[in-house]
């Protein structure tokens, strides 16, 4: 594969630590329900620097831009879908200067999440559609200065395809991640251990490959267990959500404590996760104690789904009675 930054800081560190939560940060500084967040990379700049500057300062080795609802189709539903460009490249440039004056070498991930609409036979979207949105997107984040496009939060296997095509378009390094929330594979029922070959012959290939988002740790780490099992020398990315979403009132509140994300990313790494951050409700108290779990980790067996229950708490994704749930990531935000 092609060097690039993020190949070169895996293959110099092993294990890296990828950001926090981006949406239930940028919540607790202020940022309305249905406000865009990336409307922020303009409107209030300093808060998303910030936001950047506290997560590599609790050690984040991966900063990822905010810019999840980037394209077009999501941009449109703040009338905002003629800024595309800007917005994308603006959230790239904020990032891209933390990064710059970090005291270490830190990477900086043009986050694309999903369009919102769903392909050719089941929506309107075609397939051309999803790469020339995607493409338009990408190139904002390349020309900021974004090292690798971070696709995430995804559930759609065509839809992950579109938007590695768009990345080779625009001639960027590419890792994708899927959420796995829906009785153990994704909403459009995209299965962990196929996750592999999903974009495999797409330019050279994904740089990672993971899950992110989802339903709780327990749950990230048993997908991510089935992943690792299905092709044990891949680079994995795992970024999990703090513990369980839970309402109080009208306010989400997440169960994870620093020492279980910390635990949490003593599972991963053993399990064999190359790259490790925290989804929703990771502030970066959390991101903090991984950071010290991953430097301190002394590697031990890889661990069941009987120790992950036991040490992180129970699944909550087994049945499809489960998944039938409402929940509470449901398209909007990573984090």
């Known amino acids: 594969m092609t060097a690039n930054p993020l190949s070169d800081l895996l293959a110099q560190k092993g294990v890296l630590l990828a950001d926090g939560a981006t949406g239930t940060s940028l919540f607790a500084m202020g940022l309305e329900a249905g ?16 936001l950047h500057q506290d ?14 609802g980037g394209t077009r189709h999501r941009l449109k539903l703040h009338h905002a879908q003629d800024r595309v460009h800007e917005l994308n490249k603006k959230a790239a ?77 625009t001639g960027m390094p590419y890792v994708y991640t899927g959420s796995f929330d829906t009785a153990g594979k994704t909403m459009m029922g995209l299965a962990p251990k196929d996750i592999h070959g999903v974009a495999a012959d797409i330019g050279e290939g994904p740089v990672a490959v993971g899950a992110n988002c989802g339903v709780g740790a327990s749950d990230i780490l048993a997908t991510l267990l089935a992943m690792t099992e299905a ?74 789904l009987e120790t992950i229950v036991e040490r992180i708490g129970p699944l909550r994704n087994k049945t499809a009675e489960d998944a039938a749930a409402p929940r509470e990531r449901r398209g909007r935000s990573r984090g």
């Open 35 to 50: 406000e865009a967040p990336e409307m922020w990379n303009e409107d209030k700049p300093e808060n998303i620097t910030k």
């Open 55 to 68: 997560f590599v300062d609790a050690g984040a080795d991966i900063i990822l831009t905010n810019s999840f």
């Open 93 to 169: 440039e904020i990032a891209r200067a933390v990064a710059d004056k970090a005291p270490r070498k830190v990477i900086v991930a043009g986050s694309v999440g999903p369009t919102g609409e769903l392909l050719i036979p089941l929506g309107a979207m075609s397939y051309e559609d999803a790469v020339a949105s995607f493409a338009e997107q990408m190139a904002g984040l390349k020309e900021g200065g974004a090292d690798v496009a971070w696709i995430e939060t995804m559930s759609s296997a065509e839809e992950i395809r579109a938007a590695c095509e768009a990345a080779v378009k």
């Open 231 to 304: 092709k044990p020398d891949a680079t994995v990315v795992v970024k999990g959500n703090c513990g369980i979403p839970e309402f109080r009132g009208e306010k989400i509140y997440y169960s994870g404590t620093p020492p279980l994300m910390a635990d949490y990313a003593r599972l991963a790494m053993d399990a064999g996760a190359k790259i490790i951050g925290g989804c929703c409700g990771t502030s970066c108290e959390h991101l903090a104690a991984i950071r010290q779990a991953v430097d301190s980790h002394t590697p031990g067996p890889r661990p069941t």
